[in-house]
């Protein structure tokens, strides 16, 4: 089985028709979603995820009739439709089903979507990206909502245009804030840095998890505000992420970089770890 679908109260092995074009979630992106992983039965952060997947409803102005403890026990029912060895992506999502052009016209549907999603291992090249993230004044940056992900997507096609696999987006005020669809982090001279959490972007679970293995390691890992030049003059720079976990940036614009020992320690930390959370 590659995918299975939670939909109205069942399991099934079909993607369910979910909406139509006057849905308020068609017409007018009324969407947010998380995503988890379950690695050989290993679930980092799961319940977490699935918090976070409520919060991210809500914050949008979504009202899921369904609370996280349900949500965490029904993901653990659908990882277990899979084998024991299967590398799963766990996706609730949260939509506005009905017409009108106001979210209170509608009623917040709710279906989970788990698929075989092998994680990513291969390093990657990265440039700055021209495109921005919004701030909190002009978008929901809040939640994990559908409608941010288009400016992510224009941001890696145009990377890729320029031979790159990935993009560096800013803020508006010039700060780093992450690659298009992943967390950055950055080691110079020993220590970790990632960018302060300033609202404009989505500061991610395992971004989360990996600066407290790192500190309760012993290696100082902190937020800081972080500029272009910091990037270029880095020793490593990695992102954190839920479908990858954590990659290596093996070329920052025309420069080399190395997979190096701050990411090597940071990636065996987090799966060291991973290894300790088993489904129930």
């Known amino acids: 089985m590659a995918e ?55 914050n949008f102005g979504l009202e899921p009739t369904i609370d996280a403890p349900a949500l965490i026990r029904l993901a653990g029912e659908g990882i277990k439709r899979f084998g024991p060895d299967a590398e799963l992506y766990i996706k609730p999502v949260f939509y506005g089903a009905g017409a009108g052009h106001h979210l209170s016209d509608t009623t917040t549907q709710f279906t989970l979507h788990i698929f075989e999603a092998p994680l990513p291992s291969n390093g990657f090249s990265a440039t700055m990206s021209p495109l921005r993230r919004p701030a909190p004044t002009v978008a929901p940056t809040n939640a994990k909502a559908a409608c941010l992900y288009p400016n992510s997507d224009r941001a890696t096609r145009e990377a890729r245009s320029r031979g790159f696999d990935e993009a560096v987006m800013r803020d508006l005020n010039d700060n780093i804030a992450e690659f298009a669809f992943a967390n950055i982090m950055m080691a110079k001279d020993g220590k970790v840095f990632t960018p302060q959490d300033n609202g404009c972007y989505l500061a991610g679970i395992t971004r989360k998890r990996i600066l407290q293995l790192l500190n309760d390691a012993g290696v100082s890992a902190s937020e800081k505000r972080l500029t272009v030049a910091d990037l270029q003059e880095a020793d490593e720079i990695w992102e954190t992420g839920n479908f990858a976990k954590i ?12 997979a190096g020992p701050l990411y090597a320690k940071a990636r065996k930390l987090y799966f060291d770890w991973a290894e300790t959370v088993h489904l129930d």
């Open 4 to 58: 299975t679908f939670w939909f109205d109260g069942k399991w099934t092995d079909e993607a369910p028709k979910l909406i139509g074009p006057a849905d308020h979630a068609f017409w007018l992106a009324s969407v947010t979603f998380d995503g988890a992983r379950a690695i050989h039965r290993r679930v980092p952060d799961l319940d977490r995820h699935m918090q976070r997947a409520i919060r991210s409803a809500r």
């Open 247 to 258: 990659t290596p940036c093996t070329r920052f614009e025309d420069r080399s970089l190395n």
